[in-house]
């Protein structure tokens, strides 16, 4: 099993997957390490939240904690984007009709 890239006391890190609309108010879809997914109302998360975003949580006395990681954010962005461009040079990457990305 791969270790995480981080010691236990920087804490877990979450993906931010998405930030939606629901009944109760906005809530944001985060993905674990684990790869397990679960929703949080956007009201207990930091101020400024979005889609991508990477935060660090830690356990503490009076509950969990969490805060945005910009500088990790900003370095899983371009890496993203750097692997979307070598895809695409390679050919891998087509668009449909509608401008979709197929594979």
């Keep these: 099993m791969k270790e995480p890239a981080h010691s236990p006391a920087q804490g877990e890190r979450w993906i931010v997957d998405a930030v939606e609309d629901a009944p109760g108010g906005p809530v944001a879809r985060l ?37 945005i990681l910009p500088q990790e954010t ?8 750097r692997r979307l461009e070598a895809l695409n040079r390679e050919g891998h990457v087509h668009f449909d009709d509608d401008g979709e990305i197929t594979l």
Excluded at 74 to 81: H, L, N, P, V
């Design 31 to 67: 993905e674990r390490e684990d790869g397990r997914t679960f929703t949080l109302p956007l009201r207990v998360l930091p101020t400024g939240l979005r889609e991508g975003d990477l935060l660090a949580v830690h356990d503490g006395p009076d509950g969990a904690t969490a805060q």
């Design 74 to 81: 900003r370095a899983r962005r371009a890496a993203a984007q």
